[in-house]
Nanobody, 129 residues
Framework: RVQLVESGGGSVQAGGSLRLSCAAS????????MGWFRQAPGKEREGVAT????????YYSDSVKGRFTISQDNAKNTVYLQMNSLKPEDTAMYYC??????????????????????WGQGTQVTVSS
């Protein structure tokens, strides 16, 4: 069973930056796609960024495109989410997730949480205005 542990959340003022990390207990076929989702109070969970094994085919939601960058360090079994130019609307619990069946390599890919088999415990990001 793959275990995912997030870190790096915190509080920051608008315009600031944070980097989230997600350490996987192992990289296997079950971690073919790695992704970051977020959920704000009263809202549905949203997929914000995903990456396919080997660090290819990054996906970004329109709400974060140009501000967030997802990357992968296979040697450390770790996925990162660099978040720049943060806005108050980025405030949410951020979750790391892994999937063996999502087709995240596709150019028209849109992430859905029910495709992801493994989830971390979440890390809170709070952006103040």
């Amino acid at each position: 069973r793959v275990q995912l542990v997030e870190s790096g959340g915190g509080s920051v003022q608008a315009g600031g930056s944070l980097r989230l990390s997600c350490a996987a207990s192992e990289y296997t076929d079950y971690t073919y796609c790695m992704g970051w989702f977020r959920q704000a109070p009263g809202k549905e969970r949203e997929g914000v960024a995903t990456i396919a094994t080997g660090g290819v085919s990054p996906y970004y939601s329109d709400s974060v495109k140009g501000r967030f960058t997802i990357s992968q360090d296979n040697a450390k079994n770790t996925v990162y989410l660099q978040m720049n130019s943060l806005k108050p609307e980025d405030t949410a619990m951020y979750y790391c997730a892994a999937s063996w069946r999502a087709k995240c390599y596709r150019n028209d890919y849109i992430p859905y949480e029910n495709e992801y088999n493994y989830w971390g415990q979440g890390t809170q990001v709070t952006v103040s205005s």
